[in-house]
């Protein structure tokens, strides 16, 4: 057999394409679809009438080009879109870009599906017309994982809350320390009698019903920890310790008022307030927060201490 003939036929080239389990789609300069590999057109569930021609998000079935029945390019979303950006980028600087990762939802056989690819865009040469060859791998499996388990490294396996290396991470950023901040560290007053008295399985649901409310309370409005053992703590951005101290009081009240089932003694909690001020170390804001904690402790348990 010629080797060389083979490689040169259009039999050859058929039957590679057909069998590359990959994505292939080559776009025009005004971003549509001049042609896919048989692997993507059944992955998307659509025929070439609903890919060739088309501009290369709605082709995709880009959710925001559905939801809004808009054309890719028009879209609310088309601005920040990633994989235009590097189509165009290639397009106009006869350029090549590896290595990005698109995650979006798409419309695919009717459905709402979140994808991942990890993609690259490469500029090329079709009977002296520029294009782009884009190039897709299905990696949605992969960085759900990555995702998962990044998340668990991350957040409090019990309560569900995020946990003491995030709280850190987040405290030391960069937009964080400039926005400003308060802290409020919390404390289940005597969860150590709910544990001799009820037994720990009725702890665990002390902890998470009060992680809850926390939750809750806090909504949007901050980021909420569990710090460690019956300790919790509330970061709210740009917010002063005085105001912090009313959604303190809002949260002791709320958690008094909490009936949990087996917990006839009920659950009340201590709370410090302190205030981030610029250039202070934050262990030493978190150190502040803690001794007020400590000091309504002392003063009787279930109220606040503001700085």
Request: net charge neutral.
């Amino acid at each position: 057999m010629d080797i060389e003939k083979l490689k040169t036929s259009e039999n050859f080239l058929e039957v590679l394409m057909e069998n590359l389990q990959t994505n292939i789609m080559v776009v025009n300069q005004d971003i549509k679809v001049e042609s896919v590999n048989p692997f993507l057109k059944r992955m998307l569930h659509k025929d070439l009438k609903q890919i060739e021609g088309k501009k290369c998000g709605n082709a995709l079935g880009c959710r925001h080009a559905v939801e809004e029945g808009k054309d890719c390019g028009e879209t609310t979303f088309c601005e920040s879109c990633n994989l235009r950006k590097t189509i165009i980028s290639t397009l106009s600087g006869k350029s090549s870009h590896s290595g990005n990762v698109l995650s979006r939802e798409f419309y695919m056989n009717g459905k709402k599906i979140k994808k991942h690819f990890l993609y690259s865009c490469k500029h090329v040469k079709f009977d002296s017309t520029d294009m782009a060859l884009l190039i897709m791998n299905d990696v949605t499996e992969l960085e759900e994982s990555r995702r998962t388990m990044e998340k668990m490294a991350l957040t409090d396996p019990l309560t569900g809350l995020y946990n003491r290396r995030y709280i850190f991470d987040f405290l030391t950023g960069k937009d964080t320390r400039e926005e400003g901040f308060s802290i409020i560290m919390m404390d289940i007053d005597r969860f150590k009698k709910i544990n001799d008295t009820y037994g720990h399985p009725l702890g665990d649901k002390v902890l998470k019903e009060v992680a809850d409310t926390i939750r809750g309370a806090i909504g949007e409005k901050g980021v909420a920890a569990r710090f460690g053992g019956e300790e919790f703590l509330v970061i709210l951005p740009n917010i002063i310790s005085k105001e912090a101290y009313f959604y303190a009081e809002q949260l002791r009240k709320k958690i008094e008022n909490l009936q949990i089932t087996g917990c006839p003694s009920g659950v009340t909690i201590s709370l410090g307030v302190a205030q981030y001020y610029q250039g202070q170390d934050v262990n030493e804001v978190i150190k502040t927060a803690d001794q007020l904690l400590y000091l309504a402790k002392e003063s009787g348990r279930n109220m606040t201490k503001v700085q």
